[in-house]
């Protein structure tokens, strides 16, 4: 592909978190050659793709030019599971809850109109019937129900995109970090902090909440955002999975809820705050301040207290994670100042686990020149 001899690779990926990890699956699959560089380990908690489980959906209140990202993504794990063998994605079904015009159910809604998606709406008795341990839901408020939603799993989800790289001839360096991406002859030269100097015709940077060290100039902000587990006061069967199925319910003053019930075998119930904004921190990604402390979860306490009752009084489990946002809540995939040599995509703002795969495609295909199999205008890195 590239004509250079010196070349290492055609393309080497940076940062193999859940979006890099598809990008090389992707590439290596279409019979490029390629090397994917991690600083961490593979599936590591310092990013943004940890945690045991992410909602899955194609509801996607985030944009409704995400809804076809979402299906191509669950086509793709549908693919990733057969060629590995492994189990990534679980249609247990997902629950989008709150006023029928707000944010929440009302573009799960908007969604779902505009694409013709497989929803039901339950009102609030019914929803209560189905999941008695949501209470103190509003008169209006209604769950818009995606059956074939559900949890994939992104520990596992990662580890099996890599394997399938590495199976189609994909290189893998993990323990090392990119210092510096640059424009080398007629490619691109990736810097290790080892000193190590990998040539390929083009770099894909994928590095995650890190993308504003790579790549300077974009407006991302990396927030704090911590991850809890509850250990409810009495096993009950409405905190099952099957009774409580992963939601996002948006609450008075615009909080949302999310979480979901106990996995099969477990005693826990992963339990969180998305908060637009108000509660968590804008961090350095080098020192984010990983431990946990009351402050991180008091307000989601508080919630909990009368939103989903009986789940403890306290995490029994926490981390604290990462990610990075963008003013417009949307990701940043492309090529920047439409260089050839060089595709990003990052700036998840919270909600891209569900497209990883699909976005994973989209990479590769712009990496080909070719039209993305998805149209992603609205991500275009140049547009702020
Ligand atoms: C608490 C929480 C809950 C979430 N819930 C959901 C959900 O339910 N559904 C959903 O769809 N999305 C959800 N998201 C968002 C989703 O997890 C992210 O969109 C997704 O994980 C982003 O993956 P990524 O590959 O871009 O980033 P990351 O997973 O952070 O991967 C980036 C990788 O690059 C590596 N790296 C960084 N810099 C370098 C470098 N210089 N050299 C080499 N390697 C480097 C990092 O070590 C890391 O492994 C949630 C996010 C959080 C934080």
Not at 39 to 57: K, Q
Request: glycine residues 12%; neutral net charge.
């Amino acid at each position: 592909m590239t004509g250079r001899r010196e070349a290492d690779a055609d393309v080497v990926v940076v940062g193999l978190g859940a979006w890099g990890a598809a990008a090389l699956w992707q590439l290596a699959r279409r019979g490029l050659s390629a090397i994917g560089v991690e600083r961490y380990g593979l599936a590591n908690t310092s990013g943004s793709s940890y945690g045991e489980s992410r909602m899955f959906r194609t509801a996607c209140l985030e944009h409704p030019g995400l809804v076809p990202l979402a299906q191509r993504s669950r086509a793709l794990w549908r693919q990733l599971e057969t060629e590995t063998g492994a189990h990534l994605l679980d249609p247990t079904g997902a629950m989008l809850i709150g006023p029928p015009d707000g944010r929440i159910a009302g573009g799960a809604l908007r969604a779902a109109r505009e694409h013709d998606l497989d929803v039901r709406v339950l009102d609030r008795d019914a929803l209560h019937r189905r999941c008695p341990a949501h209470q103190g839901l509003a008169a209006g408020d209604v769950a818009v129900v995606e059956p074939q939603g559900g949890l994939t799993l992104p520990e596992r989800t990662i580890e099996a995109a890599v394997g399938a790289a590495r199976a189609s001839g994909a290189r893998v360096l993990t323990d090392t970090l990119v210092t510096a991406v640059e424009h080398a002859g007629d490619g691109v030269a990736v810097h290790t902090a080892a000193g190590r100097v990998l040539h390929a015709a083009q770099a894909v940077l994928t590095p995650g909440p890190w993308l504003g060290r790579l790549l300077p100039g974009l407006p991302l902000e990396v927030v704090r955002m911590p991850t809890t587990w509850f250990t409810p006061d009495a096993p009950h069967e409405r905190f099952a999975l099957n009774r409580l199925p992963v939601f996002m319910r948006e609450i008075d003053g615009g909080d949302v809820l999310w979480g979901h019930g106990t996995l099969p075998g477990r005693t826990e119930l992963k339990l969180g705050l998305e908060d637009g904004g108000k509660h968590f921190r804008v961090v350095d990604p080098e020192t984010p301040d990983r431990s946990v402390a009351p402050a991180d979860w008091e307000v989601l306490a508080d919630h909990l207290r009368w939103a989903v009752p009986g789940v403890g009084r306290a995490p029994s489990r926490a981390l604290a994670g990462i990610y990075a946002r963008t003013p417009d809540g949307q990701f940043v995939i492309g090529r920047p100042g439409r260089d050839p040599r060089v595709v990003v995509a990052g700036g998840c703002s919270s909600h891209g686990f569900k497209h990883s795969l699909g976005i994973g495609e989209v990479v590769a295909d712009l990496v080909q020149g070719k039209e993305p199999a998805v149209p992603l205008g609205f991500t275009d890195p140049d547009r702020f």
